[in-house]
């Protein structure tokens, strides 16, 4: 089926991340989290050194509508560095004004950078938070 | 987001400032500039703006799009129009899972993964 879903980097915390989205979400794993000791050999790739093995080769959640972000952890060993831009927001339209300050407030929780939620011109309920992990989150709420 | 309409397919909309309710409070120069514009077609929503915060446009590597396309002739061509000008960081392969997975970095710095899977997983 095709499909479209959005897929985050961490350094080092996808695992931690991850559990937060999925306390916030009140969603489970699409299944179970695989991480780099869980990858078959291959040829011509090196295998993880020891403190990389644990990390999060792939995990997947669903959010809102269907939606399911993803992550994966960058690795120091193959120079991975980690950025956060401003380029990117995820943007969530959830069904109630109670739910998008329930998400809101969860998601703000030591993040920075926040708009708080506000009615707009366009008639939505709307806010944007940087959530402490470095995920930019937009609401769009058009219900009154 | 012209660009992407050409990718991906979808209708566009766009708003400019000019158009907006509040054109009024902004700078005549800012009267052309994308407000609001809109990419959607039947698996995704893309928004976008010209309007960016006062710290200026910062390109991050932590969020990217991944596309699961439906079939290989979906995924190579969907690879081949949007790495266009842009750098093809991991280009398609077949993985471990019988998937083709691919990753690559646009012109305009956004980043996506593209993946085909025979059946759903």
């Known amino acids: ?144 | 987001m012209n660009f992407y309409k050409r990718c991906l397919g979808g209708k566009l909309i766009f708003q400019t400032v000019g158009e907006s309710d509040n054109s009024g409070k902004m700078p005549a120069k800012m009267k052309d500039c994308i407000l609001h514009a809109e990419l959607r077609n039947e698996k995704l929503l893309i928004m976008a703006t010209d309007m960016v915060s006062e710290g200026g446009l910062i390109k991050g590597n932590s969020v990217s799009l991944m596309l699961n396309c439906h079939s290989e002739k979906e995924i190579r061509e969907c690879y081949q129009k949007l790495s266009q000008g842009g750098e093809q960081t991991h280009p398609l392969k077949l993985t471990f899972r019988n998937a083709i997975f691919g990753g690559l970095t646009d012109k305009y710095g956004n980043r996506w993964m593209l993946n085909y899977q025979d059946k759903d997983h």
């Open chain 1, 1 to 144: 089926m095709s499909k479209v879903s959005i897929y985050l980097n961490f350094q080092g915390n996808t695992e931690e991340a991850f559990n937060f989205y999925k306390s916030v979400f009140n969603t489970e794993f699409s299944s179970p989290i695989m991480y780099n000791r869980d990858i078959p050999p291959m040829e011509g790739m090196p295998p993880f050194p020891e403190n990389e093995k644990g990390k999060v080769m792939h995990v997947a959640l669903p959010i809102l509508g269907g939606t399911q972000i993803m992550g994966t952890d960058m690795l120091e060993s193959m120079g991975h560095k980690l950025k956060i831009g401003n380029n990117t927001t995820i943007n969530l339209e959830p069904d109630t004004r109670e739910e998008t300050e329930r998400l809101f407030k969860a998601l703000s929780e030591g993040g920075s950078d926040t708009m708080p939620l506000m009615d707009q011109f366009w008639g939505a309920y709307w806010g944007v938070t940087l959530d402490r992990y470095g995920i930019r989150w937009m609401f769009n709420c058009y219900t009154k």
